[in-house]
């Protein structure tokens, strides 16, 4: 087998392989070809080239958010490390661990004017879970130029020993810092970046390693919930007769069943979850801005909570954040083995425990239920808005929300769902989902960028499940360069829905219909996506009304030698007032 001459590349290399890390996504260049060349020559890894690093980084992140493992990432010295932030502060937020792997020039020869250089120490520091900057090694010859660590010596003799001593201590440096960092993005989930300074020659290759670092492992103590904290929460909980559970992002099956059925059976509760919480239960409340939008001010009173319990990651609807914020819960615990967001400037305990060891826990205390009308009000309220919510669809011309309501009824059974930020996630936010879906959504910083790489990635993780991809037309267009990408299943399904616009800021407050609307905030287009389709080979279907997507739909997601892109073109200035009417229709 083919390694790098460069002992620190092998170091990298070989602690990636002792970690099981398998999937690295390459992006070209020269500073980093000794980790190319290292990773792409050995069979254990999975490699992909992927030229745009911040299509790469999400790709990356799609495949970890799958596998549940840290997926590697390597690029260039430079801006290139740059393109990698999108992507890491949304692996910071939503908990997926990646590892930045970025060549970088010696020391000596930054901030002299060099091309392809920029200060990449602790660049990510905001949003990285560690940052380990390694050391260069030192040359075997003798006359070793720009170490600034050699001092002159007396003799050859002396200086070999001093050579070989130091090179020894950077080594046993270098493997430190990288078995910290790959260790802490495995158990604190999340990005961490190994900045790598690699000297010239690159491209020298060797037979043998020179190097055999260890894998050092961090002892991590099993998380033991207070029990006097544990007493509170059931004495609090006994007199609360108000309780409700808001649940955000989770991962397909991540609550045993047997828990949801107990805080289901309980008339004091109401849980509320999203689509992105992957919870169902013919008990609970989904869609919750449905619920809760065409509420009066009596009414939103009535609902406020003694105790809000939450879990998961963030939450999409702004409109229970505006209640809770404005009607704070008497308590609020916030159920995590990591962190802790006072979403709600009420927090009053932080449970660091996951959900599954707290709600096993407490409810094997919990020896009887607190009388109660909570739940059965709200399931009434929940039947209503159900029966209104189908009255209106019906009614409604061709728009997103109809749109909207036909495709997600579309999906296939057990397939993956990836949901574009902005108006895509909200408005799926307002139906019932097929529950066999497994759902995901870029939600630690909710940007548009990145959605469609995020779900290549995870359809390259999970071959066997179809992915769909529902995104809106920015978000399509801002990541195109998604669809370069010679990794893609013939199974892959992307929906846009093209509203001419970013439709969403139409629906906020704004002066709309104005020249400075259209240009700077709406951004509205003529564009379309069946020339990158026809670019990058995927079969181009279009719809501009009912007849021509229940038409298209029948046949988008059966087997195909290529993957399928369905554009849907929807009224850009009817949009707005169809989906701000629906909340007034379901009071």
């Given at each position: 087998?083919?390694?790098?001459?460069?002992?620190?590349?092998?170091?990298?290399?070989?602690?990636?392989?002792?970690?099981?890390?398998?999937?690295?996504?390459?992006?070209?260049?020269?500073?980093?070809?000794?980790?190319?060349?290292?990773?792409?020559?050995?069979?254990?890894?999975?490699?992909?080239?992927?030229?745009?690093e911040?299509?790469?980084?999400?790709?990356?992140?799609?495949?970890?958010?799958?596998?549940?493992?840290?997926?590697?990432?390597?690029?260039?010295s430079?801006?290139?490390?740059?393109?990698?932030?999108?992507?890491?502060?949304?692996?910071?937020?939503?908990?997926?661990?990646?590892?930045?792997?970025?060549?970088?020039?010696?020391?000596?020869?930054?901030?002299?004017?060099?091309?392809?250089?920029?200060?990449?120490?602790?660049v990510?520091?905001?949003?990285?879970?560690?940052?380990?900057?390694?050391?260069?090694?030192?040359?075997?010859?003798?006359?070793?130029?720009?170490?600034?660590?050699?001092?002159?010596?007396?003799?050859?003799?002396?200086?070999?020993?001093?050579?070989?001593?130091?090179?020894?201590?950077?080594?046993?440096?270098?493997e430190?810092?990288?078995?910290?960092?790959?260790?802490?993005?495995?158990?604190?989930?999340?990005?961490?970046?190994?900045?790598?300074?690699?000297?010239?020659?690159?491209?020298?290759?060797?037979?043998?390693?020179?190097?055999?670092?260890?894998?050092?492992?961090?002892?991590?103590?099993?998380?033991?919930?207070?029990?006097?904290?544990?007493?509170?929460?059931?004495?609090?909980?006994?007199?609360?007769?108000?309780?409700?559970?808001?649940?955000?992002?989770?991962?397909?099956?991540?609550i045993?069943?047997?828990?949801?059925?107990?805080?289901?059976?309980?008339?004091?509760?109401?849980?509320?979850?999203?689509?992105?919480?992957?919870?169902?239960?013919?008990?609970?409340?989904?869609?919750?801005?449905?619920?809760?939008?065409?509420?009066?001010?009596?009414?939103?009173?009535?609902?406020?909570?003694?105790?809000l319990?939450?879990?998961?990651?963030?939450?999409?609807?702004?409109k229970?954040?505006?209640?809770?914020r404005?009607?704070?819960?008497?308590?609020?615990?916030?159920?995590?083995?990591?962190?802790?967001?006072?979403?709600?400037?009420?927090?009053?305990?932080h449970?660091?425990?996951?959900?599954?060891?707290?709600?096993?826990?407490?409810?094997?205390?919990?020896?009887?239920?607190?009388?109660?009308?909570?739940?059965?009000?709200?399931?009434?309220?929940?039947?209503?808005?159900?029966?209104?919510?189908?009255?209106?669809?019906?009614?409604?011309?061709?728009?997103?929300?109809?749109?909207?309501?036909?495709?997600?009824?579309?999906?296939?059974?057990?397939?993956?769902?990836?949901?574009?930020?902005?108006?895509?996630?909200?408005?799926?936010?307002?139906?019932?989902?097929?529950?066999?879906?497994?759902?995901?959504?870029?939600?630690?910083?909710?940007?548009?960028?990145?959605?469609?790489?995020?779900?290549?990635?995870?359809?390259?993780?999970?071959?066997?499940?179809?992915?769909?991809?529902?995104?809106?037309?920015?978000?399509?267009?801002?990541?195109?360069?998604?669809?370069?990408?010679?990794?893609?299943?013939?199974?892959?399904?992307?929906?846009?829905?093209?509203?001419?616009?970013?439709?969403?800021?139409?629906?906020?407050?704004?002066?709309?219909?104005?020249?400075?609307?259209?240009?700077f905030?709406?951004?509205?287009?003529?564009?379309?996506?069946?020339?990158?389709?026809?670019?990058?080979?995927?079969?181009?279907?279009?719809?501009?009304?009912?007849?021509?997507?229940?038409?298209?739909?029948?046949?988008?997601?059966?087997?195909?030698?290529t993957?399928?892109?369905?554009?849907?073109?929807?009224?850009?200035?009817?949009?707005?007032?169809?989906?701000?009417?629906?909340?007034?229709?379901?009071?």
């Amino acid at each position: 087998m083919k390694h790098p001459k460069i002992p620190l590349a092998q170091t990298v290399i070989q602690l990636c392989k002792l970690k099981q890390i398998k999937h690295i996504v390459i992006s070209p260049g020269s500073r980093n070809a000794p980790l190319t060349i290292g990773f792409t020559s050995d069979n254990y890894f999975t490699c992909y080239s992927i030229v745009d690093e911040r299509c790469a980084a999400f790709f990356a992140l799609g495949i970890a958010q799958q596998i549940k493992e840290t997926v590697a990432v390597i690029c260039t010295s430079g801006s290139a490390l740059l393109n990698y932030y999108p992507a890491i502060s949304e692996a910071f937020y939503s908990d997926i661990p990646i590892a930045i792997l970025s060549a970088d020039r010696p020391k000596h020869l930054i901030n002299i004017g060099d091309g392809q250089t920029i200060n990449q120490k602790n660049v990510f520091e905001n949003h990285i879970v560690y940052s380990a900057n390694l050391k260069l090694d030192i040359k075997d010859e003798i006359n070793v130029p720009h170490n600034e660590e050699l001092p002159i010596f007396k003799s050859l003799e002396n200086k070999l020993e001093r050579i070989l001593g130091l090179q020894q201590g950077i080594q046993s440096f270098n493997e430190a810092e990288i078995n910290m960092a790959l260790n802490l993005a495995k158990v604190k989930k999340g990005p961490v970046h190994i900045n790598i300074p690699l000297d010239e020659p690159l491209y020298e290759l060797t037979e043998a390693l020179s190097v055999n670092p260890k894998s050092e492992s961090l002892d991590i103590k099993p998380i033991k919930i207070d029990e006097a904290e544990l007493e509170d929460c059931i004495d609090e909980w006994y007199v609360a007769k108000r309780k409700m559970i808001l649940v955000g992002v989770l991962e397909p099956n991540a609550i045993e069943q047997q828990l949801l059925d107990e805080l289901a059976d309980d008339s004091s509760v109401i849980v509320f979850t999203e689509t992105t919480s992957n919870l169902h239960h013919p008990n609970f409340f989904p869609s919750i801005d449905k619920l809760i939008a065409p509420l009066s001010e009596a009414e939103l009173i009535t609902l406020q909570p003694d105790i809000l319990v939450t879990f998961g990651g963030m939450i999409v609807s702004k409109k229970i954040k505006a209640f809770l914020r404005k009607h704070k819960p008497k308590q609020h615990w916030h159920i995590d083995k990591k962190k802790a967001y006072d979403t709600f400037f009420c927090i009053t305990k932080h449970i660091e425990a996951s959900p599954n060891q707290f709600f096993s826990e407490f409810l094997s205390k919990v020896t009887h239920v607190t009388k109660s009308n909570y739940f059965d009000i709200w399931l009434s309220t929940k039947k209503h808005r159900s029966k209104k919510h189908l009255e209106y669809i019906k009614e409604i011309p061709f728009s997103d929300f109809k749109v909207f309501s036909q495709i997600l009824k579309a999906l296939p059974n057990k397939t993956i769902l990836q949901l574009g930020n902005s108006s895509a996630v909200r408005y799926a936010q307002l139906f019932n989902l097929n529950p066999s879906l497994e759902v995901f959504c870029n939600r630690g910083t909710s940007g548009i960028d990145g959605s469609t790489s995020t779900a290549i990635g995870c359809a390259v993780a999970k071959p066997n499940k179809k992915t769909t991809c529902i995104t809106g037309d920015l978000s399509f267009f801002y990541d195109s360069n998604a669809l370069w990408n010679n990794y893609i299943p013939t199974s892959f399904r992307i929906i846009v829905i093209n509203n001419q616009g970013g439709g969403i800021f139409r629906i906020l407050p704004g002066h709309k219909n104005t020249d400075n609307f259209d240009n700077f905030f709406e951004t509205t287009h003529h564009l379309s996506a069946q020339h990158l389709c026809k670019m990058y080979k995927f079969e181009y279907i279009k719809a501009s009304d009912e007849t021509e997507l229940s038409e298209s739909l029948k046949s988008f997601f059966t087997t195909s030698k290529t993957p399928k892109l369905l554009e849907i073109f929807t009224p850009r200035t009817e949009n707005d007032s169809i989906l701000l009417e629906y909340f007034k229709f379901i009071k």
